[in-house]
């Protein structure tokens, strides 16, 4: 039975990338040896990153003056490193799920932390509104949010206005639409949602937003090391960069950010109807706050006795990782961009089948 892997990380990866991977693992860039064992410090490794960074600037148009690096630690590590390295005195972030909380705990070490809007007592089922809801202080060495909740189903699908230096994880929907990087001072988030198995982070940092903090730096904490080192201060995650690679030739090979954007909008658009219709479910988020990337929804009230039911179902029909995070209950279906809509069509087909029967 063919599986469909709605995961929401780590999660799934296109054909091409874990076939070229497997490839790898046996014979890396024809050196009888494995990816698995050949040194960072190798030349044909060095290529793996330089065409990795290359490729990543070219599909999001990253201007002059900024950096990519692959750095080990999650995106939970970026939580501290860029207080550590951005934090001066104070820090605006705007709360709207269980990542954008521990980002707010990790920057509450080096500096104070002023939480602009929060939408916690909605269960974080919403986006507090930049304008509508807070405005962002001038008086902040710089402004924090999450574009996408992983969690709650929630996204910000637009690049904000920030009059100060401002911060984005974008952990769970890198490479879903295009981003204008000129808007932001550091983009961050973990790869394995969009772009390589769990191991590496990526960072979109701007020269000249660094440096400007008075406490010492450690080195492997100074964003300013790795871009100096080319992300090979110590040993990187050599697989998952490897991985990330074969992921961006492949965005680039079927047309690009625009493309991907297309193709998940479809996906989102065809399951959220199905949501909206069916007589079973709901969905959990306000509408003008969807995600495209995380996709819950929970049993309608008079149903909810058939949540066991479904999930079990659902597995019947080989749908795997639907089962919503405890915050949230229900279900979750993620639809990164290696997911195919044949595994949408296969939920959809699933929740109509469902209702039929009951």
Known sequence: MKKHNFYAGPSILSAYTIEETAKAIKDFAGTGLSILEISHRSKEFQAVVDEAVALFKELLEVPEGYHVLFLGGGASTQFYMVPFNMLEKKAAYVNTGTWATNAIKAAKFFGDVEVLASSEEFNFNR????????????????????SNNTIYGTE?????????????????????????????????????????????????VKEDALGKVTRPLPAMIDYRTHIKKGSMYNTPPVLPIYSALMTLRYYKEIGGIKVMEKMDLDKAAKLYDEIDRNKLFRG???????????????????????????????????????????????????????LPMESVDALVDAMKEFEAKH
């Not at 986006?127 to 999450?146: A, N, V, W």
């Not at 001072?185 to 390589?196: D, E, P, R, S, V």
């Not at 006795?305 to 597995?315: G, I, R, Y």
């Not at 639907?322 to 279906?333: D, Q």
């Open 284 to 338: 959990t988020v306000a509408t003008e706050d969807r995600s495209i990337m995380n996709v819950c929804f929970v049993m309608n009230p008079d149903y909810v006795d058939l949540e066991k039911d479904f999930a079990e179902f659902a597995a019947s029909k080989g749908l795997v990782g639907i089962k919503g995070h405890r915050s949230v209950g229900g279900f979750r279906a993620s639809l990164y961009n290696a």
């Open 127 to 146: 986006i507090p509104k930049l304008g509508k809801d807070y405005t962002i202080p001038t008086d902040c060495d710089y402004f924090h949010y999450t």
């Open 156 to 204: 910000t699908r637009v690049d904000l206005d920030s009059p100060i230096p401002m911060v984005c994880d974008m952990s769970s929907d890198i490479f879903s639409r295009p981003v204008d990087v000129s808007k932001y001072a550091l983009i961050y988030g973990g790869a394995q949602k969009n772009l390589a198995p769990a191991g590496v982070t990526f960072v979109i």
